[in-house]
Structures are given as structure tokens and as C-alpha cells.
């Protein structure tokens, strides 16, 4: 697939689920078009799943740890057929199993997630899972900045480390902003990078928007070093809409109908992405 | 002779006993293996034992982890630590998504003694019973003990296991049936029913001889499993003796005092008296002199039972 289709994908999935937050009157809206682009590599580049057999044994697996993310995440669940996309417009609604969170009960989720800082470490146990039963299958989780104030991180990042697991990758969407602003005002986070690597982890810097640089670098990991891998995805909270990128009020917010109708005329404009 | 064991030993036991037949079950533990006596089943299978620190978060999270890969966690630790301080990670990551995960959690109560307060958790059956689908049991032997591992494991969902601490001598009965959520009745009377668990099993047997030498013919039943409640038995021992005396190693609040309290409000007017800690924290001592000081003895649950029989109307 080129480069153009990715970032094509990208867009759709922006658009989808601006329009399912707006549809819903409620959706964590900057955090979503944040994290769209390593959710689209993850999912179209380099997982190996399977729609029509979401419980298939060998799927890789995937933790969405800022499970309040999840609006862009269920377009792209959609899309590849994991569940039909008319579905989509129940996001958020009563009786709809879509919902603010992600749970198991949607078809491709592997996981309830979303209470911040348990999917580092579930994570882990997956890993570890497919140690233990010898199966090839490589766990991937996606956390936020702000979530890196939990202490539950740093004790999965130890086990990560201690047990080496070179199947295990994590993601940072590093957008460097949390609800009430800027990570680096409400808890320093930096030096983020030395950090990880004190604790033995295998760290890149990357850029979170660039689907296919972030596919070639999950690519080049190798699964025998006995490290975790991690990527501190640098990116734009609300990335693709011109007033909603990095304003920190976004982090959770409907746009109004000339909101939204600008929102999908910036995403048409330009194709986000590098 | 009954043999004299700890239940956290038998627990220990239990774990090397499953791990024979079943392949899928591993044992995570924070770095207390020799307390909670995992070590029994990590000596025999290490490479399904994992240590993963002094880290109870990220224990409950990755036991997650492992059941979602279709193996079977037990997650041993301190009841104050598992329960208490992991809290929000086994409701979150493991009782909401339902997940098969076993938490045999020891040092539960004020058997921990000397530790003291800050280490005897007397909320636990409390803060687990709130979390719907979780079942709870609480062994009174060592011979219980075994038999609610293998249970356990019949129980598609999270299962909370008490584990004390002391050495206790056995007396269940080996053949008698071992069925969560049904209680077994010990001994049968007619002025007062006894429905205790765990460790304040045999303090209510002692009781309901020393009732009996004085006149009073009491009901003991062993309440091993906290939840889901045998309320038939309750209601029935309510009609029949007219009068009910819960004794626990736990706080009364939260514990089998107040499942049997929701159990008979609205159904029964029988009078009902709580026995277990009285809403305060544990202290330093000798487990005996605590469970002196704290009333939990065979003298009190019988001191207990006479006002319970001298309420009836």
C-alpha cells in the first residue's frame, strides 16, 4: 500500500469520528485525532489480525490504554469489519455496546480498558501469556502522556523489563497535553526518553503522525533482544483541525454544527500526515 | 488425631496439587511467595511461578493479561495489599470484564498479630463482595482449604479465597461435599443458629458445647462461601431457631454480619447479633489476645447467642 493510501485512511477514520462524536453530543475528542495515525499504522501495517475471526489464537494483541481514545479506534474497527459501520452512530447511546470506553464485548477489543495506567501492565501478562504458551503472537499497547503519572506504569515498566519482553511494544501518544494542560506544567514528564531507558527498555523517538516512518519502524524491531520496545510518538492533540490543535479544552468536546462542517472541510484540505 | 496445619499452607499445597492436572494454571505473586506460600507450587513448577515484585498494581493488571491469553492466574499477596491497596485494578481489569482470575489472598483478619493494624485487613470480604460476579470463599481448615482451590477453578469468573494465617487443626469432614454457595450445617439445634465462617468456625463449635451444657441447643453453620450467600439456609435457620449470631474475622460492616443482615431485613424479625471486629482497626498482640480482646472466642459467640435467645419475643 502507498504512502497516500494511509494517509487517506487516516483521514476517513478523522472524519468518522467527528462525526460520531458530534452524532453522540459527547466524545474525548483531541486525544482521538492524536492518536489516529499510530492507530491506523498498528491496525492496517502491522497487526496481524483476522475480521472475520476476531478470537483467532495467533492474533497479535492490542491494549488501547488511553481507552477514552476510543472513538477513533471503533472507526477503524469498523472499517476493517470487525463490526458494521452503522454501528458507529450508536457510539455513546443507551443499549449501544459502543460505548466511552473500550470493552470485549465489541469484536476486535480485546480488552475493558481505560482506567489510565492498568494497560502497560495487562499488557505484560499478555506478553508474558504468549511466552509462556509459546505462541508468536506480539502485544501492543498505546498509552497517553498524561497517563504516565500512574504509578502502575513504571511498575509494568519493570516488569517489562525484568521478564524481557522483546514482544511487547508500547506507544506513547506524546501530545503533550492532559486536561488541564500541559504535561510538562501539571506532572514533568521529561526527560521522557532516559527515563525509559533507565528502565531497560529500547526507546525511539518518532514522529506520531507519519503512518508509514512508524510502520518501518515497528518493522525493524528485533524480537530477540530481550528488550521492550518503545515508541514516544510525538503528536498533535486535535491533529488535523485547525482550532482544535493543541487546545487543551479539546481533550474532551462536541463541535457544533459550523464546527463541524469547518472540521471536515480542514480534514478534506489537507490529508494529515506527513 | 486431627491434623494441625496452616491454611496458608494448605493453600500452597492446593496450588502444587491443580498444577499437576492443569497445565493452564499459573501463580503470580509480590515478592511474599514464602508468606503466602506460593513457593510450594513454585519449588514444583517454576516456570509457571512468577515474582513480580512489590507491586500489587501491576500483579492484578498482568494477571489480566495472562487470563486474557487463556491461562488461569491464582495472584497471591497480603489481603491488605491485593484487596486494599490493588483495589481499583481487580474492579477495573479483572471483576468488570469478568475475567478468570483466583485471588488467594493471605494474612487476612487480626490473626496476622504482631504485624498489627496497618497489616490486618479486616475489610477485605467487604471490598470484595461489592464487585458483582465475584465469589468469595473462606476456608475453615486445611481440609476446606483444598477443596475451595479445586472449586475454584469450576468457577468460570474472579474468586476471591481467604487464606489466615495460623496453624489450626483440621475437623471438616474429607467426605463432605464442598459446594460454593452452600453452607454446611454442623451441628443441629433449635434456640439459636450460629452461622460463622472461616476461623470462627470452630470458636462457634465451641460455643454451641459450652450452650449445651447449660441448656441451650444451638445451630453451627459453616458459612464458607461469603458470596453468593445460602440465604435459603439462613431464612430457614432464622424460622427454625428463631435467633441468629453471625461470628467472622472481619470487620462486621461489609462482611457475613451484614450479608446475613440483608438477607433477614424484611424477611424475618428474629433477633440477630453481630459478632466480629466492632468498627474499629486491629492492634498489636497475639492472635489469642486479640481475638480476646476483639470478642472473637467461643465464650463471646456464646455470651452473644443467650442475648440473641433473650430478644425473642
Redesign the interface.
Same mark, same amino acid.
Given at each position: 500500500m502507498s504512502t497516500t493510501n494511509y494517509r487517506r485512511i487516516a483521514t476517513e477514520r478523522r472524519k468518522e469520528l467527528l462525526n460520531m462524536i458530534y452524532e453522540a453530543k459527547t466524545g474525548h475528542t483531541g486525544g482521538a485525532l492524536s492518536s489516529t495515525d499510530i492507530l491506523v499504522a498498528l491496525h492496517y501495517g502491522i497487526m496481524n489480525i483476522k475480521p472475520s475471526e476476531p478470537k483467532w489464537?495467533d492474533r497479535d494483541?492490542f491494549v488501547l490504554s488511553k481507552g477514552h481514545s476510543v472513538e477513533g479506534y471503533l472507526c477503524i474497527l469498523a472499517d476493517l469489519g470487525f463490526f458494521p459501520k452503522a454501528e458507529l452512530m450508536t457510539f455513546s447511546k443507551y443499549g449501544s455496546r459502543l460505548i466511552g470506553h473500550p470493552?470485549?464485548k465489541v469484536p476486535g477489543i480485546?480488552?475493558?480498558s481505560g482506567?489510565l495506567?492498568?494497560? +502497560?501492565?495487562?499488557?505484560?501478562?499478555?506478553? +508474558?501469556?504468549?511466552k509462556?504458551?509459546g505462541?508468536a503472537y506480539k502485544?501492543y499497547v498505546l498509552m497517553g502522556d498524561g497517563e504516565l503519572a500512574e504509578?502502575?506504569v513504571w511498575?509494568?515498566a519493570?516488569?517489562a523489563a525484568?521478564?524481557e519482553l522483546d514482544n511487547l511494544t508500547a506507544i506513547i501518544d506524546r501530545n503533550g497535553l492532559q486536561i488541564s494542560g500541559s504535561t510538562e506544567d501539571v506532572m514533568k514528564l521529561e526527560q521522557l526518553k532516559a527515563k525509559w531507558e533507565a528502565f531497560g527498555w529500547q526507546v525511539f523517538e518518532a514522529d506520531g503522525h507519519d503512518i508509514e516512518g512508524l510502520i518501518s519502524l515497528m518493522k525493524s524491531f528485533p524480537q530477540t533482544n530481550g528488550k521492550p520496545h518503545m515508541i514516544i510518538a510525538n503528536t498533535t492533540k486535535g491533529k488535523g483541525v485547525s482550532f482544535m490543535e493543541n487546545v487543551a479544552k479539546w481533550h474532551h468536546g462536541v463541535p457544533s454544527d459550523e464546527q463541524l462542517a469547518q472540521a471536515l472541510a480542514d480534514l478534506d484540505k489537507t490529508e494529515v500526515g506527513k | 488425631m486431627a491434623e494441625s496445619k496452616s491454611l496458608r499452607v494448605a493453600y500452597g499445597e492446593a496450588l502444587a496439587e491443580i498444577g499437576a492436572e492443569h497445565k493452564e494454571v499459573v501463580v503470580l505473586d509480590a515478592d511474599l511467595a514464602h508468606a503466602t506460600m506460593t513457593a510450594i507450587f513454585a519449588d514444583k513448577y517454576p516456570e509457571r511461578f512468577y515474582n513480580m515484585g512489590i507491586a500489587e498494581a501491576n500483579l492484578m493488571c498482568a494477571a489480566s493479561g495472562f487470563a486474557y491469553s487463556g491461562l488461569t492466574p491464582f495472584v497471591s499477596t497480603f489481603a491488605m495489599f491485593g484487596a486494599g491497596r490493588a483495589y481499583e485494578m481487580i474492579r477495573n481489569s479483572i471483576s468488570y470484564c469478568n475475567l478468570n482470575v483466583k485471588l488467594g489472598f493471605s494474612h487476612s483478619g487480626l490473626c496476622v498479630g504482631e504485624d498489627g493494624g496497618s497489616h490486618q485487613s479486616i475489610e477485605d470480604i467487604a471490598l470484595m463482595r461489592v464487585l458483582p460476579g465475584m465469589t468469595i470463599l473462606v476456608p475453615c481448615d486445611s481440609i476446606e482449604m483444598k477443596k475451595a482451590v479445586r472449586a475454584s477453578l469450576d468457577i468460570p469468573g474472579p474468586v476471591y479465597i481467604r487464606v489466615a494465617r495460623p496453624v489450626v487443626d483440621s475437623f471438616t469432614n474429607p467426605e463432605d461435599e464442598f459446594i460454593p454457595g452452600k453452607a454446611n450445617i454442623l451441628r443441629e439445634g433449635s434456640d439459636v443458629a450460629i452461622i460463622a465462617t472461616g476461623l470462627m468456625v470452630t470458636e462457634a463449635l465451641e460455643a454451641a458445647e459450652k450452650l449445651s451444657k447449660e441448656g441451650v441447643s444451638a445451630s453451627v453453620v459453616n458459612m464458607h462461601t461469603i458470596k453468593p450467600l445460602d440465604e435459603k439456609c439462613v431464612l430457614e435457620m432464622a424460622e427454625k431457631c428463631g435467633a441468629i449470631v453471625t461470628a467472622e474475622e472481619h470487620s462486621i460492616i461489609g462482611g457475613l454480619g451484614s450479608a446475613v443482615a440483608e438477607t433477614l431485613a424484611g424477611k424475618s424479625a428474629a433477633p440477630f447479633i453481630r459478632v466480629g471486629i466492632q468498627d474499629k482497626f486491629g492492634k498489636s498482640g497475639k492472635p489469642s489476645e486479640l481475638f480476646c480482646e476483639y470478642g472473637l472466642t467461643g465464650s463471646n459467640i456464646a455470651d452473644q447467642c443467650k442475648k440473641a435467645i433473650a430478644q425473642k419475643k
Open positions: 489464537a494483541r470493552t470485549n480485546e480488552i475493558c482506567a495506567g492498568h494497560g +502497560l501492565p495487562a499488557a505484560v501478562g499478555m506478553a +508474558l501469556g504468549a509462556k504458551s505462541r502485544t504509578g502502575s511498575e509494568g519493570m516488569a525484568n521478564y | -
